[in-house]
């Protein structure tokens, strides 16, 4: 079945520099790949998304990189502020079955 | 405001008990969702209804019963209470054709806690 889990499960970084969070994914099946960020008290919100199809996607301050190859995701955050303290989570969608399978979250702390 | 709105925020019960949880959204979306947080953070998805009909049911016990009364409308209903029912419960919509990341968006969740 579908599997995506993350390296870290926490990252600090200072405030100002640049941070990666990385995704690991075992079903090469997967159509799509969302990246998510859950603040404490609320639900997760959409980041930023890349098609199977595609292995680079930036948005603003953020760059998404598949590696289909060694079925790696990764999450580039430029420029970190405080705000960006949150959990992180990859997500998995195959559009067969419709169904979205998140991966384990990783905590990220930006430090002033 | 459009939005996934759940209620109530926090719900604390007692083992045994009967309790519910509504979603609403008001997003026109087609498609409503459950996912459980556990205490480790992960989320799973446990039910989908598309046009109030159920698409996914991810083995979650029949204690557990989701309604959908309207699209805009998902309730999840919990009998006899356990303490591993404990969790956040979010509720989301997207559209479901070209179901995309983008439109999907989720509530801000209830705490369940069970003593």
């Known amino acids: 079945g579908e599997s995506v889990g993350l390296h870290l499960p926490t990252l600090s970084v200072q405030e100002g520099d640049n941070s990666i969070i990385n995704c690991a994914y075992s079903n090469s099946a997967s159509d799509y790949f969302i990246w998510y960020k859950q603040e404490s008290g609320k639900g997760p919100q959409f980041i930023i998304d890349?098609?199977?199809?595609?292995d680079k996607r930036q948005g603003q301050r953020v760059t998404v990189l598949l590696n289909k190859t060694v079925k790696h995701l990764s999450l580039q955050i430029a420029a970190t502020q405080p705000g960006d303290s949150a959990v992180y989570f990859c997500a998995g969608l195959n559009f067969g079955n419709e169904k979205l399978t998140f991966g384990t979250g990783t905590r990220l702390t930006i430090i002033p | 405001d459009t939005a996934v709105s759940q209620t109530p925020k926090y719900l604390v019960t007692q083992m045994g008990n009967d309790k519910s949880i509504k979603c609403e959204q008001n997003?026109?979306?087609?498609?409503m969702y459950w996912y459980k947080q556990d205490s480790k953070k992960f989320l799973k998805i446990m039910f989908s209804?598309?046009?109030?009909?159920?698409?996914i049911n991810e083995t979650v016990p029949n204690r557990f019963s989701p309604k959908s009364p309207d699209k805009a409308h998902l309730n999840l209903h919990i009998n006899s209470l356990e303490l591993g029912d404990s969790a956040v419960y979010f509720c989301a919509s997207s559209h479901m054709a070209g179901h995309r990341g983008y439109g999907y968006t989720f509530g801000s969740g209830t705490r369940l806690t069970v003593v």
């Open positions: 890349i098609r199977s199809n595609m």
């Open positions: 209804y598309n046009n109030k009909e159920l698409i």
């Open positions: 997003l026109g979306h087609d498609t």
